[in-house]
């Protein structure tokens, strides 16, 4: 199976499921952002979705309830079963469903009806996304028959560190959390964006949610109780530790004045990816000018540059990174540190 990074399952969506008409299966790890991509996708391209979770559903809820009419015994369908309009169905938790459920499900995909209702044209993109058993979920085997009506493709999504820094800096997830975690995905042996091997689960929902909620309303004793909570005591103690060097430190426009002192190889690390995510965060939201990123960015060590020239580059248009005045004057820096080299 084809693993691929959030970036590129948002592509293979647009060019398989919506506009070729395949339906697609995403496999991944719970809290990785499978429902919350198909859900941007689908919101770019201005398409409802039918979010199914089967795991919660009975045969009657897709066969419909048989009812006798004046024009014979018909099924009464669940009620959202568009009739109209442009979207997708998203089937979530495919593997969690009953066989029989998984049956409907194929009926659906393959014919484009169950009994009497039948999918509207604009309606025919389909999406499928579950667990896989390593994962420690409910799995029931995916029968055969369902499996190849995925002519768009099975995935296997997995968290990428640059392309979560860009999704969750515009969403409002506290900076610290964001440049913890890629400092210690950067700098640690152990993974800290997605952890399934252990009782103290990590995973990018938990994260933005409820760390970085807690991050960003609670201190001292409170603060350390709810983090132990969330991710465990270990990695509590770590985060705290973590996050009692980031106070009283400055602010973006203090780094771009004096980066020398800031981003220099005499720093902490573990501040310079706290002052990188600043400078990320603020040139994806216009707040500074790409160029001047771009000059602080070509004087500092590799090891930075390409961690903040991933994340800049999924953060913002890709012609705006690449037009740019400085990026053009270091493209051959740029392009050996980005990996571009030969594309």
């Not at 499900?105 to 389909?126: A, C, M, Q, T």
């Amino acid at each position: 199976m084809k693993t691929v990074t959030p970036g590129q399952l948002s592509r293979i969506l647009n060019d398989m499921a919506i506009s070729g008409g395949f339906p697609v299966m995403i496999w991944g790890a719970p809290g990785i952002g499978k429902s919350e991509i198909v859900r941007e996708v689908a919101r770019d391209r201005k398409l409802e979705v039918l979010d199914m979770r089967l795991n919660y559903y009975e045969e009657s809820d897709l066969l419909g309830i048989p009812m006798r009419t004046d024009e014979g015994m018909k099924f009464i369908k669940y009620s959202s079963f568009p009739s109209s309009g442009h979207g997708l169905w998203f089937f979530d938790e495919l593997t969690h469903a009953r066989t029989s459920i998984q049956g409907l499900v194929f009926e659906l995909i393959n014919d484009g009806k169950i009994e009497d209702y039948s999918v509207p044209d604009g309606w025919r993109h389909f999406v499928g996304a579950s667990n896989l058993p390593r994962h420690k979920s409910i799995s029931n085997p995916m029968p055969t028959g369902l499996a190849s009506r995925f002519t768009g493709g099975h995935y296997e999504l997995v968290p990428d560190i640059a392309d979560w820094v860009s999704w969750a800096n515009s969403n409002g997830v506290d900076e610290r959390v964001i440049s913890f975690v890629s400092y210690m995905e950067n700098n640690d042996s152990l993974p800290w964006l997605l952890r399934m091997d252990s009782d103290d689960l990590l995973n990018p929902r938990l994260w933005s949610t409820g760390i970085s909620h807690a991050v960003k309303n609670f201190h001292g004793k409170h603060l350390e109780n709810i983090l132990g909570g969330l991710m465990g005591e270990t990695n509590a103690t770590e985060f705290l530790r973590y996050l009692q060097q980031s106070e009283g430190l400055p602010g973006y426009q203090e780094i771009m004045k004096e980066p020398h002192k800031w981003l220099s190889a005499q720093q902490d690390p573990s501040r310079v990816y706290l002052f990188l995510n600043s400078i990320i965060r603020n040139t994806a939201n216009g707040k500074i000018p790409i160029d001047s990123s771009l000059e602080v960015l070509s004087k500092i060590q590799h090891e930075f540059m390409s961690f903040a020239l991933t994340a800049l580059s999924r953060a913002m248009k890709e012609e705006d990174l690449l037009s740019s005045r400085v990026f053009r004057e270091n493209t051959e820096l740029f392009s050996e540190v980005l990996g571009l080299e030969g594309e």
